[in-house]
């Protein structure tokens, strides 16, 4: 049995979960070891650094909405603000997603 | 567009509630994988997220229960949970099992709940996906 | 199917480094293939004469003698690190491969966990 989502990628090397702002020394060791076939998920206190983050990676960043807009980097509308880097913004149904498409997983 | 085949997960909880947002990140990720139709095998407390097991936990009544909220999805999903034993002691996280051991007052541990040891993180890792929720910073 | 644990905690201040010394002694009990690598301030782990009688816990680098017994396969230390914290080789443990944590080096494990 399977399902099928759009928006996301085919496939995911690995899967980095950040928590932690840019300057937490483990949100640095993750962008050193980030590969073009990785994704990264951008989630709690991580989705702050959305736009350094982006700009860092060689690969596709998302990030949790409940947790954005918890932070006030959406606006009322859904729609993004500056605040996000344009970063995509995705549910924890598509974070169950991203973790069956990812081969291996890390949380930072 | 992807084909998302069905996973069986271990989710592993090292932070703790109310001084860290892991329980609540984890549950609303379980919630997800299970409304997916995914499989969670076991969830594993380890480290300062054993405090997730705790009975006797009473937020203020405008607060989330996280240590109820997880009693209550673990139970209607027949999920398996288990706090790190050596975690779990040092923190004084007792079940009525060690409770006798080390002749303590009383025990603490929240059904369904249960305290075991490492040993089922290992194997959890040998047949199932595993994903951390971490503390923040 | 190697585990790298990764502690980037410095030791004595916070537990979360002996939990992840935890976690390899537990994978390599039960014959898994596992090793571990010390970052950032974790490195200082691996600094030799330490004396923490002081402060009533164990010497954690006593602990990680155990490692190569207990068959933890590799330790592992960020050469960047080691060289912020004064770290020369002769001050280091015995036993320790120094190495940069980059994608290359993480992408040779399976997995990759820390304690917290």
């Not at chain 1, 947790?67 to 149904?93: F, V, W």
């Not at chain 2, 705790?54 to 139970?75: G, K, M, N, T, V």
């Given at each position: 049995m399977s399902q099928s989502v759009a928006d996301l990628p085919a496939h995911i090397h690995t899967l980095h979960i950040l928590n932690k702002t840019a300057e937490h020394p483990r949100a640095a060791q993750c962008i050193a070891t980030l590969a073009t076939a990785d994704t990264v998920l951008l989630i709690e206190n991580a989705v702050l650094s959305a736009p350094e983050v982006a700009v860092a990676a060689p690969c596709p960043v998302f990030m949790l909405a409940a947790d954005a807009r918890a932070r006030g980097l959406i606006a009322k509308s859904g729609a993004g603000t500056d605040a996000t880097g344009a970063t995509p913004q995705i549910g924890y149904e598509q974070m169950v997603q991203l973790s069956a498409l990812a081969t291996r997983i890390i949380s930072w | 567009m992807a084909d998302i085949s069905l996973q069986t997960y271990t989710l592993v909880i090292t932070g703790a509630p109310y001084s860290s947002q892991a329980p609540q990140t984890a549950l609303d990720f379980a919630r997800a994988a299970v409304t997916a139709g995914?499989?969670?095998?076991r969830v594993f407390l380890y480290g300062d997220g054993v405090h997730i097991a705790s009975a006797l936990i009473c937020p203020p009544s405008d607060e989330p229960h996280w240590p109820r909220l997880w009693s209550e999805f673990l139970a209607e999903h027949q999920i398996p949970a288990v706090a790190c034993v050596a975690s779990a002691l040092r923190r004084g996280l007792i079940d009525s099992g060690e409770q006798k051991r080390y002749e303590l007052s009383a025990h603490n541990v929240r059904a369904p709940f249960e305290i075991a040891g490492l040993g089922e993180w290992v194997e959890a890792g040998t047949c199932s996906k595993v994903i951390y929720f971490h503390s923040g910073a | 199917m190697t585990v790298l644990i990764v502690i980037d905690q410095a030791p004595y201040g916070s537990w979360s480094g002996r939990e992840g010394l935890d976690m390899a002694f537990s994978l390599a009990a039960f014959d898994q293939s596992c090793a571990l690598l010390f970052s950032g301030a974790g490195?200082?782990?691996?600094?030799?004469?330490?004396?923490?009688d002081g402060l009533g816990q164990k010497s954690v680098a006593q602990n990680l003698g155990a490692a190569a017994i207990f068959g933890v396969e590799a330790l592992y230390a960020d050469v960047q690190a080691c060289q912020r914290y004064g770290l020369a080789n002769d001050a280091i443990i015995a036993g320790v491969t120094l190495i940069a944590p980059d994608q290359t080096f993480m992408t040779g494990f399976e997995k990759v966990t820390f304690a917290g």
């Amino acid at each position: 049995m399977s399902q099928s989502v759009a928006d996301l990628p085919a496939h995911i090397h690995t899967l980095h979960i950040l928590n932690k702002t840019a300057e937490h020394p483990r949100a640095a060791q993750c962008i050193a070891t980030l590969a073009t076939a990785d994704t990264v998920l951008l989630i709690e206190n991580a989705v702050l650094s959305a736009p350094e983050v982006a700009v860092a990676a060689p690969c596709p960043v998302f990030m949790l909405a409940a947790d954005a807009r918890a932070r006030g980097l959406i606006a009322k509308s859904g729609a993004g603000t500056d605040a996000t880097g344009a970063t995509p913004q995705i549910g924890y149904e598509q974070m169950v997603q991203l973790s069956a498409l990812a081969t291996r997983i890390i949380s930072w | 567009m992807a084909d998302i085949s069905l996973q069986t997960y271990t989710l592993v909880i090292t932070g703790a509630p109310y001084s860290s947002q892991a329980p609540q990140t984890a549950l609303d990720f379980a919630r997800a994988a299970v409304t997916a139709g995914h499989q969670i095998d076991r969830v594993f407390l380890y480290g300062d997220g054993v405090h997730i097991a705790s009975a006797l936990i009473c937020p203020p009544s405008d607060e989330p229960h996280w240590p109820r909220l997880w009693s209550e999805f673990l139970a209607e999903h027949q999920i398996p949970a288990v706090a790190c034993v050596a975690s779990a002691l040092r923190r004084g996280l007792i079940d009525s099992g060690e409770q006798k051991r080390y002749e303590l007052s009383a025990h603490n541990v929240r059904a369904p709940f249960e305290i075991a040891g490492l040993g089922e993180w290992v194997e959890a890792g040998t047949c199932s996906k595993v994903i951390y929720f971490h503390s923040g910073a | 199917m190697t585990v790298l644990i990764v502690i980037d905690q410095a030791p004595y201040g916070s537990w979360s480094g002996r939990e992840g010394l935890d976690m390899a002694f537990s994978l390599a009990a039960f014959d898994q293939s596992c090793a571990l690598l010390f970052s950032g301030a974790g490195v200082n782990w691996l600094r030799a004469g330490q004396q923490p009688d002081g402060l009533g816990q164990k010497s954690v680098a006593q602990n990680l003698g155990a490692a190569a017994i207990f068959g933890v396969e590799a330790l592992y230390a960020d050469v960047q690190a080691c060289q912020r914290y004064g770290l020369a080789n002769d001050a280091i443990i015995a036993g320790v491969t120094l190495i940069a944590p980059d994608q290359t080096f993480m992408t040779g494990f399976e997995k990759v966990t820390f304690a917290g």
